[in-house]
């Protein structure tokens, strides 16, 4: 598809959205025919954020970057909600089994870090000042911890305030001392107190949006010689918008234990606990049968109560396998192809979705063979030795080798000693049984894990390409730990997408200091810069139904958290950069959920990053917010907020010049003016529709002290709104989708519909500027206007609030079904022949056969339609309304219908139909309607009679009127 400039972009598309209105086709079903790749349906849309800490350590978008200084690349991923009409694979209610292929080789009783649960203070906390705003439910995991008084990287989590308010701050820092003394510390601090705790990094300042309703986990960095190694407290301090401190919380117990006791771990002690936290996931879910399978020389595969799998829903099951785990002790060798082997003839042929999880601390070492061709050696200088019964042989080189891959016993096996793998024959045992896997049929879900810091992750990892399956790496236990849990999400949804490659490319001059959140982490310099790669966390997809507030009603759909990850870098270059300058460089690959929702099964899809572009200056550049708001039809509200003086001038999309500020003033000492806090300067300004579609961006030129020039941008939006089908249209409410377009690269940020807020709103990417908004209620009563306010930000950071007022007109379409002549008034008899014949003066019974799909609707019959002056008005015209009941007619009262006879043409009827709250939009009515023909010349006419629902829906039948025959 050809992506237009960022400046015209918008033009174009809203130009396209005139067209369209004018010729009344959809946008979005134009968009759909115009991208065979179907670009708007993308299962996952990535978004990247340039941003920077401030001197209160708080993340701000901000592109403009001092040379050398560190910022900070924000990704995420989200998830596009998945209608549940669009899922009709039934292997989402599929039984699921679980081989856990556990590595229980002698290198697992080595030591790693690990912090258990039991080490982390979970107490509801103790608060210290003001009730009200205090935080609470502290929650704090220590994941590692350098040497000597340095604290690093930890998890903080808490609830929000009773008093909560989005302007609140949140300071986090480490103490020893008791809360009683903490509290006198912080009581009466003030703005620059809290500022230089900030800032000789004692603390972390952070706030979070508006729009949550809880606090999710963050990760921080805190590192300072003030804090002692171990009896550590945390505390939250609470403060307004000014920086006062309104409220104190802190943790009720010490954080964790000491060093020597976190770190008394050993793999195999670690893998037991991170076992059992993955099946307590699990516990009481009857869908879940779980085996396990332990391996070091040879794999054993474990029964629980005389069953190859036990379900978890059974408590007797569940105990025995965690009392089986717990009893693994560590010894022998690796023999990773094994422990496929035994979980592969362990799976069923049962029609359930089956997965195999492998860990393993090291790389293959051992195999199981029928046969080795090799030599032997006499003594010393061997590599390791064949085990076959109680015979032991031992080779000093090994040739090649003939596995054992059927479902046998195989106790014939060969270790090496070491790390070593002579001839690789351990890898390529593994690779065989990986392949057998692969081509099973029986889709089976592979996963190894390299839980170790020394694993040879290129071994693992081509051992899980060859059984199409994916590799995770975990150097220490709680990285452990958070991988199993993720793929307990992953099992435990309703589908999934289990890996998300990452690739990104940075141009020369930009140094890539860390990368976090990733796991199989690469960083290498190629032709083009700097290349990282990795893999993001798996995408869960579980069903959701909930109460839509706007609407009042319960709507349900497919909906993924979003995923987030980081990279920090540094400019050491003056210049300006495109991240990335090679959008096809930078990249999320992943496997699409096709199968799932009608797609290609196994299909990979590729989404593209929009560029961003940052400005490296000598000195640091101030910090420029702008705010757009929409007051009234064609009022806008512009705010800059500076945080030093600077010059501006705003110009439009044609380069042309809206406002101009020159706020530098430089005194008699050469000091520039300076501000204690942001400065806001505001300007009303009147944007008709037309102004807009010439607009389409504003942009802020700046001069700062320094004579650096740099251009900030705000956005605009604009708004289609589509209607879906419903076969409910029980009330005024009609569904429908919002179609938001606006600059490349900008993410929705709130939607309010008819004053009321979705808190559940998360902010949303766009996919190429535009998003669409589902699962929306919109109010439908005649001239009843729906208020849509809708909030964005930008590339930039700019912030656009805009208001849209849309008028959906009362759908009172239905269906007419048939149009009938009935024989006698008791209406048993049809008559369905081709054409109506009615006699001359006789009365006639009719019928019109139709549905509704409003309770609320006019049905309009035309008697003499055409006038045809051979017949003169018909006389004493009555109507009565049926509702069919199967083969019965009921009648309905009176007040059903309202028959309104026009004063222009008699022979029209208007019948306006209400029906009640006991009556169905789902049944069919027959409006029956008697009439007495009159021929005024002429021995026979021909009429029309016709039935017009909603001026759009017509039953037209004809009718020929013969004199009374004569008798001879």
């Known amino acids: 598809m050809l992506k237009l400039g960022k400046k015209y972009k918008l033009i174009s598309v809203f130009i396209l959205i005139l067209a369209l209105a004018l010729t009344q086709v959809s946008f979005s079903n134009v968009l759909a025919e115009n991208n065979e790749q179907d670009d708007l349906e993308a299962i996952l849309k990535p978004l990247r954020r340039i941003k920077q800490l401030d001197p209160l350590g708080q993340e701000i978008d901000k592109s403009q970057l001092k040379l050398g200084e560190e910022f900070i690349i924000d990704y995420t991923i989200q998830p596009r909600d998945i209608l549940v009409e669009e899922v009709f694979n039934d292997d989402i209610t599929k039984d699921k089994e679980i081989v856990l292929v556990m590595d229980v080789s002698g290198s697992m009783d080595e030591n790693i870090d690990f912090t258990m649960s039991s080490d982390i203070d979970d107490s509801p906390g103790h608060t210290c000042i003001n009730v009200g705003s205090h935080v609470r439910n502290i929650s704090v995991e220590r994941k590692n911890n350098k040497s000597g008084n340095y604290i690093n990287h930890y998890i903080i989590e808490f609830d929000k305030p009773h008093n909560y308010n989005n302007r609140m701050y949140y300071l986090m820092v480490y103490s020893k001392k008791q809360p009683s003394e903490v509290e006198s510390y912080f009581t ?366 319960v709507i349900r759909y497919y909906h993924a958290e979003p995923v987030h990850f980081r990279i920090k870098a540094k400019a050491n270059v003056l210049g300006n950069y495109n991240i990335n300058d090679n959008q096809e460089l930078s990249f999320i690959q992943y496997e699409d959920v096709g199968s799932i929702i009608g797609g290609t099964e196994g299909s990979l899809r590729k989404e593209l990053f929009t560029p961003n572009e940052i400005d490296v200056y000598t000195e640091e550049i101030p910090t420029v917010n702008l705010l757009l708001k929409q007051n009234d039809d064609n009022n806008y509200l512009l705010t800059v907020s500076v945080e030093d003086p600077i010059n501006f001038i705003l110009t439009d999309g044609k380069g042309e010049e809206l406002w101009k500020v020159e706020d530098i003033e430089q005194y008699d000492n050469g000091q520039f003016k300076t501000y204690d806090d942001f400065e806001d300067f505001t300007k009303e300004f009147e944007f008709s529709i037309d102004d807009l579609i010439e607009l389409d961006i504003l942009y802020l030129n700046c001069v700062d002290s320094s004579g650096n020039e740099f251009t900030k941008a705000v956005s605009f939006i604009y708004l289609e709104v589509e209607e879906n089908d419903d076969d409910d249209f029980s009330d005024n409410l009609r569904p429908a989708s919002l179609i938001i377009t606006t600059d490349e690269g900008s993410e929705v940020t709130n939607i309010i519909i008819n004053g009321i807020e979705n808190t559940d709103f998360e902010s949303k990417v766009t996919e190429d500027g535009v998003y669409i908004h589902n699962n929306v209620y919109l109010k439908a009563e005649d001239f009843d206007e729906n208020i849509i306010e809708v909030t964005i930000k930008n590339n930039d950071g700019s912030i656009t609030t805009q208001i849209f007022k849309r008028t959906i007109t009362k759908d009172t379409n239905g269906s007419l079904i048939s149009h009938h002549l009935y024989l006698g008034d008791n209406l048993e008899n049809q008559f369905t022949g081709e054409t109506l014949n009615l006699v001359n003066s006789y009365k006639a019974v009719l019928g019109i056969r139709f549905s509704l799909q409003s309770k609320e609707a006019d049905l309009k019959i035309k008697l003499n339609d055409g006038n045809n002056n051979k017949v003169e008005q018909f006389q004493d015209v009555t109507f009565d309304l049926y509702r069919l009941e199967g083969e019965t007619l009921v009648k309905l009262n009176e007040n059903k219908l309202n028959k309104v006879q026009d004063t222009v043409n008699p022979n029209i009827y208007n019948i306006e139909i209400i029906l009640g709250e006991e009556d169905s939009l789902n049944n069919e009515y027959i409006l029956v309607y008697k009439i007495t023909p009159h021929l005024t010349e002429g021995n026979e006419a021909i009429i029309s009679n016709k039935a017009v629902l909603s001026e759009e829906l017509e039953l037209d039948i004809n009718i020929k009127i013969l004199p009374l025959p004569t008798i001879d």
């Not at 390529?428 to 392949?435: L, M, N």
């Not at 896997?437 to 810091?453: L, Q, V």
């Open 188 to 553: 009466g601090m003030g703005y620059w107190d809290i500022a230089d705790i900030v800032w000789s990094s004692r603390g972390k300042l952070i706030n979070w949006n508006k729009t949550r309703n809880s606090f999710n986990k963050y990760h921080y960095s805190l590192e300072g010689s003030s804090f002692s190694a171990d009896n550590q407290y945390v505390y939250v301090v609470t403060l307004d918008k000014d920086l006062n401190v309104i409220g104190l919380s802190c943790s009720a117990d010490s954080i964790r234990k000491t060093d020597s006791e976190q770190n008394d771990y050993t793999k195999i002690e670690v893998m037991k606990i991170v076992a059992n936290n993955f099946l307590d996931k699990f516990n009481q879910d009857p869908s879940i049968n779980v085996s396990v399978v332990s391996y070091s020389n040879v794999a054993s595969t474990r029964q629980y109560n005389g069953k190859i799998f036990g379900n978890l829903s059974l408590g007797s099951d569940y105990s025995e396998i965690t009392n089986q785990i717990d009893n693994f002790r560590a010894d022998g060798g690796t023999n990773i192809g094994d422990g496929l082997r035994k979980a592969y003839y362990t799976l069923s042929n049962d029609n359930t979705k089956k997965y195999i999880i492998l860990m393993t601390d090291g790389v293959p070492t051992a195999f199981t063979l029928s046969n080795l061709n090799g030599r032997v050696s006499g003594r010393g200088g061997y590599v390791g030795y064949l085990q076959d019964g109680y015979n032991q042989k031992f080779y000093r080189d090994l040739y090649s080798a003939t596995y054992v891959t059927d479902n046998s016993d195989g106790n014939k096996y060969f270790v090496n000693y070491g790390t070593n793998d002579e001839s690789s024959l351990s890898k390529k045992y593994a690779q065989e049984i990986a392949q057998m896997i692969s081509n099973d049929a029986r889709d089976i879900k592979t996963f190894m894990i390299g839980f170790s810091n020394s694993a040879d992750s290129s071994k693992l990892d081509s051992i899980a390409e060859y059984a199409d399956g994916y590799y995770k790496e975990a150097e220490d236990g709680n990285a452990l730990d958070e991988v199993y849990q993720q793929l307990a999400q992953s099992i435990q949804a309703s589908f999934s997408i289990p890996e998300i490659n990452f690739q990104e490319v940075f141009q020369d001059g930009i140094e890539v200091v860390n990368v976090e959140g990733l796991t199989n982490v690469n960083v290498q310099e190629n032709v083009f810069g700097t290349l990282v790669t990795g893999n993001a966390p798996s995408v869960a997809y579980n069903l959701v139904e909930k109460l839509d507030e706007a609407s009042g009603r």
